[in-house]
Each structure stands twice: as structure tokens, then as C-alpha cells.
């Protein structure tokens, strides 16, 4: 479903990645871990077409982001890290915007975006300006927003900020229940426990490249460790053990 090959980002002098290549399967959860500044962000940009990447090619359920990048993000449910929210608009309003942009008629876009609000539990609220909204509140909106077109694939970045522990556990429940479903989640966090509770493979990225993949025991073994939890293995791999 996703596919990146040889994808790289430079900035000026500065590589922000350098040379991926991953492949992540339908109904898989794929996490994506590193250090801040290791090019996380950066890379998830480039797989939902928001940046144009300086070398490689991304390709979304076959559709090549580069030839055909409107057919590519139709098929992909983007939550970035720090979204951007029309705060003068309703929840009810701002999805009703983005079932516009999508395409979806009247009537499914009502049904399915109140089904939504219920599900994130905004439906009270959901005639309230956004800017009335929890920081909380504004990130499951995000969330169900990101839903509405039922996409085959999901990227988000940091999808657990700003939320209470039942916000959490609802998401997570939810982002199982989807790739049950068939539906493909990439994942960036930096909470870890999350990243082993939660993603079937994972990726570790550090200054820009990808330095393991695989399971929770893969990266372990690629870490030189018997045993030990995804922080161990993730400290080991990234070089920011304590002394």
C-alpha cells in the first residue's frame, strides 16, 4: 500500500533524509521512531505529497505521488502533527468543508460526518466555533476528519498529543478496529510504549536514515540485545544511551 524507494530530502546543504526505501503492507500498522530532528516529520510529508522529496518516488496503493498526486491523496487520511483548523468555522462546519474537498454529496457527507462527532465525542459541541475547542477536542476532530472519505491508508504524525488517557485508548482501539479492516496506518510517535503496544513493524530513523526495521524482536536482535523492552533497543540503535 505504501511504497517509498531511494527517498531523500535535501535543504540546501543540510540532507533531512537520506536514501529510505520501506514497504508497508495493507492492514498493516507500520511505527516510525527516532530522535528529534532525525527526519520523521520530513518523511511523512514526502509519503502524503505534502513535500516534493529531491530524490525517489512514492507510490500510494500503485498510484505514483509524483505523476498522479491527486489520485494518490484522495486514497490517503493525512493527520499531521500540528494540523490546521479553520477556528472561525463549527465541527460540524469544518467537516462538512472537508466532505467538499472530497467530493462526498450532501446527504452521505451529513450522515457520516454526525456519525463521526458521536463516535469522537463532539457531537455536543458540534455546532460550537472551533476555537472554543480543547487542544484535546481540536485533535479528535482532526482525527474524524481525516476518516470522512474512508481512505485506504492513513499517515499521522504524533496522533496522541494533546490527549486524556481515554483519548488515547480510543484512538488506539480505533486505529486497530481500521487496519482489521484492511485499512494501512503509518505511524510516527514518540511514545514508545505505544509504538510496541500497537504497530505490527517498526522503523527506526536516526540523522536521516533508516537504521532497523522490523518487529519489536527483529530490532532487537539488531540491537545486539537477549532481551529488553523498545526503549532499550531503541537507545541502543540511536547511540543515546546513558553513560
Not at 89 to 108: D, K, N, Q, S, V
Request: aromatic letters at 6%.
Amino acid at each position: 500500500m505504501i511504497v517509498a524507494e531511494r527517498l531523500t530530502k535535501r535543504y540546501g546543504t543540510t540532507l533531512a533524509v537520506d536514501n529510505i526505501s520501506l514497504a508497508v503492507k495493507r492492514g498493516e500498522i507500520f511505527g516510525f521512531i527516532g530522535p528529534n530532528g532525525a527526519g520523521k516529520t520530513t518523511t511523512i510529508r514526502m509519503l502524503a505529497g505534502v513535500l516534493r522529496p529531491t530524490e525517489g518516488s512514492v507510490l500510494i496503493d500503485g498510484i505514483p505521488m509524483a505523476t498522479a498526486p491527486e489520485d494518490a491523496k484522495r486514497v490517503i487520511g493525512f493527520i499531521p502533527d500540528r494540523p490546521f483548523l479553520y477556528e472561525k468555522l463549527t465541527g460540524r462546519e469544518f467537516m462538512r468543508f472537508i466532505a467538499e474537498l472530497y467530493g462526498i454529496g450532501e446527504e452521505i457527507a451529513r450522515e457520516k460526518g454526525d456519525a463521526l462527532l458521536i463516535q469522537f465525542s463532539l457531537y455536543d459541541w458540534a455546532d460550537h466555533l472551533i476555537e472554543s475547542y480543547s487542544h484535546g477536542m481540536k485533535q479528535r476532530l482532526v482525527i474524524a476528519s481525516a476518516l470522512l472519505h474512508a481512505p485506504r491508508v492513513i499517515i499521522v504524525d504524533e496522533p496522541m498529543v494533546g490527549l486524556d488517557p481515554a483519548g488515547i485508548r480510543m484512538v488506539k482501539d480505533l486505529l486497530r478496529a481500521l487496519a482489521l479492516s484492511g485499512t494501512t496506518i503509518f505511524m510516527s510517535t514518540h511514545t514508545l510504549e505505544i509504538a510496541q503496544d500497537l504497530c505490527d513493524r517498526i522503523g527506526i530513523i536516526h540523522r536521516g536514515r533508516l537504521v532497523a526495521l522490523g518487529t519489536t524482536g527483529d530490532l532487537r536482535g539488531t540491537a545486539r540485545l537477549r532481551e529488553g523492552d523498545l526503549e532499550e533497543v531503541f537507545l541502543r540503535l540511536t547511540g543515546t544511551e546513558a553513560p
